[in-house]
Nanobody, 124 residues
């Protein structure tokens, strides 16, 4: 069992930056691929970024490529999402998710564990 807790959300102006963190419990964090998803009001949850269990392979949604960076520190059982050049359309609740195995994926039904989410609001 893995417990995931997100932090770092908040209110920021367009063009600004935020860094989200996802802290994981358990001793086998380095055996989980991890991902970030988001859900805006009235919209379905969508994929943002994902990382292989070692962090060497990452994938991104087209909408965030070049602006967001996913990373992880397995020694600290923590994953990060650095978000730069934020836009109002990035406003959403951001969730971290974990899945047993190496491969990162953008398919949310492949993830086994989810955090409670952290709100990101970007003002224009």
């Amino acid at each position: 069992q893995v417990r995931l807790v997100e932090s770092g959300g908040g209110l920021v102006q367009a063009g600004g930056s935020l860094r989200l963190s996802c802290a994981a419990s358990g001793r086998t964090f380095n055996r989980y691929a991890m991902g970030w998803f988001r859900q805006a009001p009235g919209k379905e949850r969508e994929f943002v970024a994902a990382s292989s269990w070692g962090g060497g392979t990452t994938i991104y949604a087209d909408s965030v490529k070049g602006r967001f960076t996913i990373s992880r520190d397995n020694a600290k059982n923590t994953m990060y999402l650095q978000m730069n050049t934020l836009r109002p359309e990035d406003t959403a609740v951001y969730y971290c998710a974990g899945r047993v195995g190496w491969a990162p994926t953008g398919e949310d039904d492949k993830y086994d564990y989810w955090g409670q989410g952290t709100q990101v609001t970007v003002s224009s």
